[in-house]
């Protein structure tokens, strides 16, 4: 975007004590505003005590196009409203799936009904997703559109030389949170580890489930078969990948977690227990952790 538009603005609340305009290296121009998280880098939802920041930025720049991402981010949502109130086009885009029953799904598609009410375009990053979407936010399809995620496979090429000989390794790049999947993840480790002596567990990430995570590798005296890196950045992300022949994601709500291609690209065997989330990436990859027991016999070691 910054090389094909004249000029990208992000607006975005405060890190810690970074507040104020900052300039990124590619002279990506950044406001962070005085607004501090109280929950997992969301901010309070006030609806109008951002208004005259949003309308102030907006003008400033000359914004012609304000993009907000996320259905649970409301400042997403509060600086849609405020373009929205001033002439400005808006584009909202999501890559989550959410249910429809339980309480925070029926909070969080209110609001994001109301706030799609008098939107330009929406932008999903798979037909399921957009189904979805359009299901949730009561719109209409027209206005929806999928453009698949997508990776530079020249930064992300395989190397075989850095894979265990006699070793299969399971490879994990997430969030280590509730949606990721963190319980499934926590309880089949074991089940596959006690299974097959030959598979590893290499998992990247961090998060509040990063407890629940060693408490089961230390229950089951796994400590050199599941191996935690803690967070990543994203330039270290393919030298881990190379190191594994299965990629695993369990998330619970991903739409098309770009990591599986990435994963792909890397040489290794994505696997997912989304259905959903697979079938949009590739109808014929291998399915979910119900049959493992089965797909893991290719990679017995003899």
Not at 165 to 191: C, E, F, H, N, W
Not at 204 to 214: T, W
Not at 266 to 290: F, M, Q, T
Request: aromatic share 8%.
């Amino acid at each position: 975007m910054v090389c094909l538009l004249p000029q990208v603005i992000v607006v975005t609340h405060a890190y810690g004590n970074r507040t104020g305009v900052r300039y990124l290296s590619s002279f990506l121009k950044v406001y962070y505003l005085p607004i501090h998280v109280f929950f997992k880098q969301c901010t309070v939802p006030t609806m109008f005590t951002t208004l005259p920041l949003i309308r102030d930025i907006c003008i400033r720049e000359q914004i012609d196009i304000l993009h907000g991402h996320g259905a649970f981010s409301p400042l997403c949502h509060e600086a849609i409203l405020h373009a929205r109130a001033i002439g400005i086009r808006a584009v909202f885009t999501d890559h989550s799936l959410f249910g429809f029953a339980d309480y925070s799904s029926i909070n969080s598609n209110k609001f994001l009904e109301f706030v799609l009410t008098d939107i330009d375009h929406v932008i999903c990053v798979s037909y399921t997703s957009k189904e979805n979407t359009v299901l949730r936010a009561k719109l209409v399809p027209a206005i929806v559109s999928v453009i698949p995620n997508a990776v530079d496979t020249s930064c992300f090429t395989p190397d075989v030389s850095k894979k265990r000989q006699g070793r299969v390794t399971v490879v994990v790049i997430s969030r280590l949170v509730y949606r990721k999947g963190m319980d499934l993840l926590a309880g089949i480790i074991p089940i596959i580890c006690h299974h097959h002596k030959h598979v590893d567990f290499l998992i990247g990430g961090d998060g509040n489930y990063r407890v629940l995570i060693e408490q089961v590798r230390e229950q089951h005296q796994l400590m050199e078969r599941v191996i935690l890196l803690g967070g990543l950045d994203h330039s270290q992300v393919r030298d881990v990948l190379i190191q594994g022949d299965i990629f695993l994601n369990t998330s619970l709500t991903e739409a098309f977690c770009i990591a599986i291609v990435e994963a792909a690209s890397c040489g290794c065997v994505p696997e997912a227990v989304a259905l959903l989330l697979v079938s949009a990436i590739s109808p014929d990859c291998r399915l979910s952790v119900l049959k493992w027991a089965g797909f893991l016999k290719c990679y017995q070691v003899t």
